[in-house]
């Protein structure tokens, strides 16, 4: 059991370190997306894309390099009686309040699987299905939603995108759950 | 017994909003003797604008009023809402072209298709440009960076504006930090009325459209749980937001040209612009070759035209 | 239930949920996500949550926050401002409490060099403080010097709070940077005024540098000022473009960024772990403040389909009958209570849309009111329990000072900015004058 615990916490922090080791140097594709927005404009034509290719960069920055920013601690919490606490004291709690932060990201998710069928074209109330049916051929992709920029980008990709930064959130909230659970059983080397 | 209510989200901000919506709900909640309220949200309010349609199809939003074009509607119909280039040049033509020439019956039955019940269509304020740089010709256009609709904007692209999209309420204040040069979205009340005239200098008296197509629009479900004399008097309120913002627009446009101080007026000579008028020919061969709606669509728009040059002035000044 | 009743609700559950010490975005995006549930259920209460993320990826001036965040962790963990730092230390050291005078200098050029309050504090911390207390300065003195003048950060401009508070008050963000410049550098004169007197008073606390330390020939001393050259150079490339309107916000932040990376390389200071860990700290700092405004949005925009702000309008204007002025002293002190408690991020996104309207329609100025939430911020900051620079300040102040210190030092610094407070309310021509200047009234 433990072991097994041990196994998928180990898993979870490597993947999601690696991922936000990748996108950390995201500020620089950012940066470039930016630069080039400004040369253009002095230099030749406006490109008409930097914009929202700059935001499609920045959701994929901060989505996806959120578990590991819960890896690295920088997402603060209020300290005023936390910070008193004992480690025993803060795993407890922890383990209760993690469960509602997850209830959060679940509901995000769901949103986020909804609105990538909806970009896929599907309109009707049960977004799980449609992907089932989706992957055995039953169903097919309706009207493509495009932003509506004139660029007129599709969103289906930036949505794939959050459904997987969501859901690594998701699995990095469970493994700091199973190390609370690990703390509290005196399995902490 | 408990009022039904609605969540109602207008693209409008809060000072246009208070002309163009408002009324119409002041109005439904005033008249159902509490039988029914509904709630106004201003642009991007509880959902933002690209994701109007589909909050609606949920029902996070039970209704709506937005073009189908910046709410990027998943129906051909999304190019025709808006500003499609020169399809009207008067703020009747909308209701006239959607209930003598049959909009209404093709815009009804692509919506039911997507399950959205589409209510009633009006016209609003012509397409001009109000911008910082002074635009003298169809060239000053050249590198204009300008607050447009989708389909105005891949238009104007043809004459080297670059279009930029953001939230409604954010294009002020863009032009102030720079990301815009002005606006290709309205006609001069509009300006005026929520402050755009304060941050730009000049209004160009040519336009690319002359009157804006905007709806409501209504979850199906919502729509369906309606007891029949609601459903009267919601379209009812419609009807009289319709005649209200007929005269807004109308008045508002002519006095704020005459004696506005706020921008100096810009014409471009009705030979050149031709140019323009003359793209958008081709540009509506270019959107009838996507399908055929969209070719039934325009051959209505090219009918109604025909109608229009043969009866002459005053239908075609633009 | 009544409408007030589930805001109230919503927003003590939210704060006991903050108290819980769970990470704060989960605190506030759980609270909304119930909310959305329990008062829209299935039709739309599933979708708030995600809706907010598209609504954040639509406000395109956050595209600023990891530049201006880059920015300050290339100044400061390059230390390229170990030069300034010798400049005040020689040129201030000879004058009682010179070394703190100087190092509330030292905050200026930095503030104009970065959007945020954390690059000051860091380089205050690990630069200023030990010489301080070396040097014999007062411990319960020399931690509030650095807490206060990096507060600075927010006001004079760059400034990510002033960003954040422009897209919700929709009011631009060239006017209201250039309206933080004055009040930012009469709240540093403040500063040093407070410093000044202190130290005349009690000499023991700031001590005039020992002669052999300050005995420096004229020429070096001169030569030292060049290191004053490196903030004008960044701010002027940032802030000229911007200001004349041949960049855009965003850009300008990018040339800021590229500003400071290019100056750490050019210095040769650019190694291999300064790199890493302005790269890494960038990611870390701008998904806290993503993250939290992503839920935050969520729960303002369930409150705002509660019509929460037609609910503050009345009960401020109707119910309660009250003057302009006493709203708006209202309005400042439940900010400074909040503050206290809440995220300055989350206060700003769920708050500030409820007074904002109210401020603009009682016919106040917004540019002049951002002001005076930028200084309740930095207020905010430094006050506990609940405060950014004070964790850092406790996470890296040296053994030998105490909580306790920390706390008592800080206090007379958050008069002198409630003092500043109160001036710049009397007179908004202190904010809006630069403003008025440069873009014409
Ligand atoms: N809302 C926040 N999360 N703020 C964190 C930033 C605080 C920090 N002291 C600053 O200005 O730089
Ligand atoms: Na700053
Ligand atoms: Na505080």
Redesign the interface.
Known sequence: MDGMIRRYIHAVDAINRRVGRVVMYGIFVLMGILLWSTASKAFLLPSLWTLEMAQFAMVAYYVLGGPYSIQMGTNVRMDLLYGAWSPRRKAWTDLFTILLLMFYLGVLLYGAVASTAYSLGYFGSSPFSFFGALAVGSEDIGVMERSSTPWRAYLWPIKTVMIVGILLMLLQCLSEFLKDVLLLRGKVD | QEPIRWRFQTYAGAALGEHVTKPIIDYINAASNGEMEIELFYADQIVPTGELFQALQRGTIDAVHSDDDSMASPTPLRQFGGYFPFATKHILDVPVLFNQYGLADIWREEYAKVGVQWLSAAGQDPCNFNTTKEIKSVADLDGLRLYTFPTAGRFLTKFGVVPVNIPYEDAEVAVQTGELDGMAWSGITEDYTVGWANVTDYFLTNNISGAWIGSFFVNQERWNELPENLKQLVMAGIEAGHTYRNQWYWGGEARLRARGDKLELRTVPAAEWAEVENAAKEFWDEVAGEGEINAKIVSIFRDYNEVVNQAGPPYTNG | MPYELIATLMFATMML???????????I??V???AA?LL?G???G??????A???????????TL??FI?MGYVLSESRIADDLYRMFHVWMGGLRGGLAVGTIGLMVLISAMNGLSVAGMAIGATIALPELLKRGYDKRMVTGVIQAGSSLGILVPPSVVLVLY??IA??????LWLAGVVPGLMMATLFIAYIAIRCRLNPALGPVLAAEDRDIPLPEKLRLLRAGLLPLVIFAVMMVP?VN???????S???G??AAFSAAVLKGRMTREVFENS??????????F??IIL?ALAFG?VF??L?AVKAIEGLFTERLGLNPWVILILMQLSFILMGT?L?DTAMLVIVAPLYV?LVGALGFDLIWYGILYTITCQIAYMT???G?NL?LMRAMAPPEISIQDIYRSILPFVLVMVLALVVVMIFPQIALWLPEYIYGP
């Open positions: 949920m903050l108290l819980t010490g769970q990470r704060v975005f989960g605190a995006g759980f909304a996500v119930v549930l829209w299935d039709r739309g599933f979708d708030i949550g995600f809706a993320a598209m609504k954040l990826m639509k406000w395109y001036p956050l595209l990891p530049m880059f422009a897209m929709r009011q631009p963000v060239g006017q911007f309107g041949w960049t855009s916000l965003v850009e932040s990018a040339i960024a590229l790269v890494r700290n960038t990611l870390g700092i701008t998904c806290m993503m993250w839920a925009a705002d389909g019509g408690f995220d309207p506990p329990p609940f950014y964790f």
